[in-house]
């Protein structure tokens, strides 16, 4: 019964591949996160999505690219990986926006 | 943009100690959060504080938007409180948070 989950846990790949990380809530919440925690613990927003509509697209590199193919799904899949990519990566829901919002269990990148 | 502050960057407490983690936000918020992020990297919603007082068990946390801060009280704390603990505000974008920098609290039997 977790309420939001993120596969896989842990993704280990090399540079130039093309991955996935998948995301799934069963809150029956209307918004969905990614969010980005660099090697200092810095947590930083990347993408939100409303009713399967992009509303918030930060400065990020167009190598990602999120999917919601339902209210309760967030994917996110990241071309040509490079060493920078490593990285935690959240996926979060909320009700709605503005709403407290809460996290999967992450995503540790490495990309060797 | 938000700007969030987090002070101190870093805390040491003997287990039993009280202390007050303080969150600073440059602008006006519709969503201000406290979080705790454990050693396994889980990110643990503690309080959505947007305004007023709240408390569960040890741990209680203040909002004062007109003055833009917020506080984070922890009681008697025990070794299991050692973690990150994150504010995050967001503002009218759209339920953007932005993140503080996070204070480090390590807590010694």
């Known amino acids: 019964d977790t309420a939001v989950s993120q596969t896989p846990k842990y993704l280990v790949t090399q540079m130039g591949n093309d991955k996935s990380i998948k995301c799934e809530q069963n809150l029956g919440h209307d918004t969905m996160y990614w969010y980005k925690q660099d090697s200092k613990k810095f947590l930083k927003i990347m993408f939100s999505?409303?009713?399967?509509?992009?509303?918030i697209n930060e400065t990020v590199p167009n190598r990602f690219s999120p999917k919601s193919p339902d209210k309760a799904h967030l994917n996110l899949h990241i071309n040509s990986l490079e060493l920078g990519d490593s990285a935690v990566y959240f996926c979060a829901s909320s009700r709605q926006t503005n709403y407290e919002q809460y996290f999967g269990p992450g995503t540790r990148l490495t990309v060797t | 943009g938000i700007q969030v502050e987090q002070s101190p960057p870093d805390l040491i407490l003997q287990e039993g100690a009280n202390s007050t983690l303080r969150c600073n936000f440059s602008?006006?918020?519709?969503?201000l959060q406290w979080f705790h992020q454990n050693p396994w990297g889980q990110l643990i919603n503690l309080f959505y504080i947007p305004s007023g007082t709240k408390q569960n068990g040890r741990l209680s946390a203040t909002t004062v938007a007109t003055e833009r801060y917020s506080l984070l009280y922890i009681s008697s704390s025990q070794t299991t409180d050692s973690g990150v603990y994150f504010c995050?505000?967001?503002?009218?974008?759209?339920?953007?948070?932005?993140f503080g920098q996070g204070t480090i609290l390590t807590v010694h039997p």
């Open positions: 999505y409303n009713n399967k509509e992009l509303i």
């Open positions: 995050a505000a967001g503002g009218t974008s759209y339920g953007k948070l932005t």
């Open positions: 602008d006006s918020v519709n969503n």
